[in-house]
């Protein structure tokens, strides 16, 4: 649970502002999407790798470029 103290003069909007970051950073929404669904590792494994594989040709045609 994120527990944001609101300071002394403190808007409402402000706090709001500072508990919506920390619940981004947390990372809460992330975690609860990727707990929905259950992935085998070998198929977490191999996204990984076609990611990778992505990423690293995308590099190479800038390079190209």
């Not at 403190?10 to 990372?27: F, M, P, W």
């Amino acid at each position: 649970m994120i527990i944001i103290e609101i300071k002394e003069g403190e808007s409402i909007d402000r706090a709001l502002k500072r508990y919506k970051r920390k619940h981004r950073n947390v990372g809460i929404v992330k975690e609860l999407r990727r707990r929905q669904q259950f992935t085998k590792p070998s198929v977490q494994r191999r996204t990984e790798v076609l990611k990778a594989q992505y990423l690293l040709q995308k590099q190479q045609e800038e390079r190209e470029d």
